[in-house]
DNA sequence: CTCTATGTTTAATT
DNA sequence: GAATTAAACATAGA
């Protein structure tokens, strides 16, 4: 359930594990998610980090990237764990004399695993990370101002807010009263400020584990604010849940 | 069987 | 050239 909030837990997760630890065996049983080899014994982790929907383990010798796609998942397990169903790749490491293997499951097998002596290119065209940078609402509202597309669209760029997924932008423009199909150059500086304050606000929500998920997928349900039925679109070619009444195409109407 | 799906890339189109 | 959109990718689950 990959957007930036569950990358940042799986980040988080995979320091735990694997910061400080040597590699001492690693397996990969699908050339289409592990692109590459993984000859990496040997080598130590340093951190891993995290920007947009991206990982990177940072080794002392080189980078792993890792993208979880729709539906990609890190776990670890004991060593002689047998291979888990849909498990695509492991990375077994050892840290103060104990060992961890570190499984990688995709069913849909979106996601990738790539080995890189540097950055790959997807990482290094991603923009300004949501958690790591917060919004320049100057600069924003300037790359806004020459796009024709919604505003949905935008927030979906990986250029422009890096780690927005579908179900986070979907949910952002709900809590900021923001009709998604609206054109990105029609947002104001107050719409600009209240989307971020929205970002933020469910971002942190969901990393607490709480419930954020307040409009997407509930189509035909009351709107939590308002009782007004919820509706269904396609915006950006994705599914999109929105309130006809509290999300408005201008401010103020 | 049909439909949908939290993602990205690429080709086609504007 | 830039931006946008639709299709493709692969598979599960309702």
Redesign the pocket.
């Known amino acids: 359930?990959?957007?930036l909030p569950?990358v940042e837990l799986a980040r988080r997760a995979l320091r735990r594990w694997m910061r400080g630890a040597t590699i001492v065996r690693t397996a990969a049983w699908d050339r289409?998610v592990v692109r590459g080899a993984l000859a990496l014994v040997g080598r130590t982790v340093r951190d891993v980090g995290r920007r947009?929907?991206?990982l990177r383990v940072e080794l002392d010798r080189g980078l792993v990237f890792a993208?979880?796609?729709?539906t990609g998942d890190f776990s670890a397990r004991a060593p002689e764990t047998p291979r888990l169903r849909?498990e695509r790749a492991r990375i077994d490491l050892t840290r103060g004399g104990k060992e961890t293997s570190v499984r990688y499951v995709d069913?849909?097998?979106?996601g990738r695993i790539v080995a890189a002596r540097e950055d790959i290119?997807?990482w290094r065209?991603l923009g300004p990370d949501l958690l790591l940078e917060g919004i320049d609402e100057a600069h924003v509202a300037r790359v806004l101002a020459?796009?024709?597309?919604?505003i949905k669209?935008?927030l979906?760029?990986?250029r422009i807010f890096a780690g927005?997924?579908?179900?986070?932008a979907n949910e952002a423009l709900f809590r900021a009263r923001i009709d998604p199909r609206r054109p990105?150059r029609a947002l104001s500086l107050a719409d600009l400020r209240a989307l971020a304050r929205a970002l933020h606000a469910v971002i942190g929500k969901a990393l607490r584990n709480g419930s954020w998920i307040r409009a997407y997928g509930h189509a035909g349900e009351p709107c939590p604010r308002c009782d007004t039925r919820l509706a269904h679109t396609?915006v950006?070619?994705?599914?999109t849940t929105f309130c006809p009444r509290c999300q408005r195409r201008s401010r103020g109407e």
């Open positions: 359930m990959p957007e569950e289409a947009g929907k991206w993208h979880l796609g729709m849909w069913p849909r097998r979106f290119a997807p065209k020459k796009r024709r597309g919604p669209a935008a979906l760029d990986q927005v997924g579908n179900i986070l990105s396609i950006a070619g994705r599914t």
